[in-house]
Every structure is written in C-alpha cells, then in structure tokens.
C-alpha cells in the first residue's frame, strides 16, 4: 500500500536518480558500460537491449564468463538468453517491480523480484516456484 503523502516522482527527480546510478555503475570494478541515445520523441533509453543481447551470446561463446546476471525485465532478451543457456552457462534474472517478465522468469536458472515498496502485483500471475520476491526498502540518495 502506498501512502497517501506519496508523490510521483517528476522527471527532474528521475534523471537525477538515473544519473546517481549510471555513476555508481561506471565505478563498479569489471563492469562495462554501455550507453545508448535518447529517442527524441520518447525521451527513451534506445539501443541498449541489441547492445547487452550481442555481448551476452558474444562473450558466452568466448568463454568469458562462468555465469549471468541479467536485470531486465525486456522480453527482447529471452532469445540471447536461451543461447547463453545453451552454452552452458546459467543465467539469472533480477527485475524490479515495473519491469517484470513472466517469461524470463520461467527461462532464467533463477529469478528474483526487487519487491521495492511492496509494488510487486505478481501475485495475481502464475508464476514460478522458484521466483523469490525480496522486499526491499526505499534506498536513502
């Protein structure tokens, strides 16, 4: 349940928390990051799904990881999935509330769902025994 002082966070808001986290990722050891372009029309991150799909199939086929941890909740992934599984290579999906995908959750070894601020309404869907929901707390910025 939401309380009742809660205000939708407005797009100042959001771009701040978004750039918070894109500077605690690129300080992030052994992680790569890759930024698409903005749509015009949208205002919507564009290009990052083909990019993380190529390097997911391409990397598992060089042997440069043992597993995966993907956090998405973008249907567009089960297929570069799927032929990382293949490989051999388990693969583990963590989503946050807004962006769940049953079907990921369903192919991924694990799954897991940030359930941040109890906004999760998976309850009503069938879903998979192995799903752990983890209830988190608002984060302090």
Do not use: C, W
């Amino acid at each position: 349940m939401i309380a009742a002082n809660f205000k939708k966070p407005g797009r100042k808001e959001l771009a701040t928390v978004e750039a918070q986290f894109y500077r605690s990722v690129k300080s992030t050891k052994n992680v790569i990051f890759y930024k698409g372009h903005r749509s015009p029309s949208s205002g919507k991150e564009k290009g990052v799904d083909v990019h993380l799909a190529v390097d997911m199939v391409k990397d598992a086929s060089l042997g440069k990881y043992d597993e995966a941890i993907i956090m998405t909740g973008d249907a567009d992934l089960i297929y570069p999935l799927e032929v990382v599984k293949q490989s051999g290579i388990p693969v583990h999906a963590v989503f946050l509330p807004n962006r769940f995908s049953l079907e990921i959750a369903y192919k991924a070894n694990s799954a897991a769902v940030l359930n941040y601020m109890k906004r999760f309404s998976g309850v009503d869907r069938s879903l998979p025994k192995r799903l752990k929901i983890i209830a988190t707390k608002k984060p302090r910025l």
